[in-house]
């Protein structure tokens, strides 16, 4: 098993940047995908990014396309989600996640989950 840890959230005006850490704790992050998925009030969680377990291979939602850059540093058992560009509308509760299901998009792919971090953006 894996404990996550999410860090880094907050208010910020919309043209600026946050950058979410996700530790994790347990098995190392090597073992499994890492995602960041997001869910505003009465929406969906949904997918942002992704990153395979080597960190090799990155996958973004298109509305994240650009501004959001995920990274791992596996010495530290750790995964960022450096967020650039922000808008009003990527307000929502961050989450991080791993697993190794199909496809990478689908938060029925992944096992374990954060508690969440708010990232608020103004405008």
């Known amino acids: 098993q894996v404990q996550l840890v999410e860090s880094g959230g907050g208010l910020v005006q919309a043209g600026g940047s946050l950058r979410l850490s996700c530790a994790a704790t347990g098995r190392t992050v090597t073992t499994y995908r890492m995602g960041w998925f997001r869910q505003a009030p009465g929406k969906e969680r949904e997918f942002v990014a992704a990153?395979?377990?080597?960190?090799?291979?990155?996958y973004y939602a298109d509305s994240v396309k650009g501004r959001f850059t995920i990274s791992r540093d596996n010495g530290k058992n750790t995964v960022y989600l450096q967020m650039n560009s922000l808008k009003p509308e990527d307000t929502a509760v961050y989450y991080c996640a791993a697993g190794n299901s199909s496809p990478y998009s689908s938060p029925n792919s992944y096992d374990y989950w954060g508690q969440g971090t708010q990232v608020t953006v103004s405008s």
């Open positions: 990153t395979s377990r080597s960190g090799g291979f990155t």
